[in-house]
């Protein structure tokens, strides 16, 4: 299996809670074997395996090589914090933590690579939130940590899902910098969040091959790998805040640098230009495991006027193709 070690991108993505926890300067890494609507077939992305990863995508507990293997990094699977250390945890939701450790394989003293993680759950991706410490909490550090020769560091990656995503696959997407680069390496795991989800599992469209969809696609479908969802709005006044999901299919064998998605939000009939959202400005925008799907909540203001009339959405990908939307607001 090819290692993910030379796909590199440049990339803001969101650094999850953690705490370091140095580990002795010896140690040893132990290679582990351990609902909306849906488009047509023909525009869908492809299926997720039931039991076999793709490559690229690493079971918990295999330690994948960074930085020409001078680090090796190895995440655990998720499991759940009790009440009372999980910080602060919306209704319905449960928090959990997974330890990941970066080991020196070198016989000196070095600075372990900086780590942005990110989780996606179930079929479509949605993306999972960092923990919300007690304000009495202090927050994680971000100096760099110097790490002895063959030594480790192990980090606390605490994150929220909702209580429908237990028992669903999570991939996670680990950007670890090496120190004195700017571009990370991109690292991904993925193994089931514990527990049994109280819904039926997501819905996904079937695979397919080519776009065949033309034209204006309703909300809610797929086209070119892309997806928004239907809208809804909420608040009062003149103007309301209005969201939605953008899904992005990554159908290749390698990585996808992102979401990498820019929308433009036109209301009513003579098309007013009501918002434009940009990535990483707009929403987070970390990498897309292989042969995954990845969905972020997007809010967005538009007029009270507005309101139960048309709704056409651009959504530009990062070739700079438009594909369009159209739908109902709210």
């Known amino acids: 299996m090819p290692t993910p070690s030379s796909l590199r991108r440049a990339l803001p993505a969101v650094l999850l809670a953690a705490s370091f926890l140095i580990a002795g300067c010896a140690g040893s890494d132990h290679q582990s074997d351990s609902g909306e609507e849906t488009g047509p077939s023909s525009s869908s992305p492809a299926a997720r395996p ?42 319905g939701s449960r928090a959990y933590v997974a330890r990941m450790t970066m080991k020196n394989t ?88 514990p527990g049994r989800s109280p819904a039926a599992p997501e819905a996904q469209g079937p695979g397919g091959g080519g776009d065949s969809r033309q034209g204006v696609t309703p909300l809610g479908q797929w086209n070119a790998g892309l997806r928004l969802s239907t809208v809804t709005v909420a608040g009062e006044g003149d ?14 064998d390698g990585p996808l640098r992102g979401l990498g998605t820019t929308l433009r939000v036109f209301t009513g009939r003579n098309l007013h230009l009501a918002s434009t959202i940009h990535p990483v400005y707009g929403y987070r925008d970390a990498a897309i495991a292989p042969h995954r799907t990845a969905t972020q909540t997007v809010t967005f ?25 159209q739908g109902t607001l709210g």
Do not use: C, H, M
Not at 106 to 125: F, K, N
Not at 239 to 252: D, F, K, Q
């Open 50 to 91: 039931s039991a076999a990863l793709p490559d690229g995508i690493a079971k918990p507990g295999s330690a994948l090589p960074v930085s020409d293997g001078a680090w090796t990094v190895a995440l655990q699977g998720f499991e759940q914090l009790p009440a009372q250390t999980s910080g602060e945890v919306p209704t």
């Open 106 to 193: 070198r016989p000196r003293i070095a600075t372990a690579p900086r780590t942005e993680v990110t989780a996606r759950y179930g079929a479509l991706g949605r993306q999972a939130e960092p923990v919300q410490e007690a304000a009495a909490q202090p927050s994680p550090s971000r100096e760099p940590v110097k790490v002895g020769p063959n030594g480790s560091v192990t980090q606390e990656v605490r994150v929220v899902f909702p209580e429908q995503a237990q028992g669903q696959p999570v991939t996670v997407t680990v950007e670890a910098t090496p120190e004195g680069l700017a571009q990370p390496e991109l690292l991904f795991f993925e193994s089931p969040l």
């Open 239 to 252: 103007e309301r805040t209005a969201r939605l999901e953008l899904s992005v299919a990554n159908r290749g």
């Open 301 to 325: 203001r538009v007029p009270q006027s507005a309101v139960g009339g048309p709704v056409t959405i651009e959504a530009v990908g990062a070739d700079g193709s438009p594909v369009s939307f």
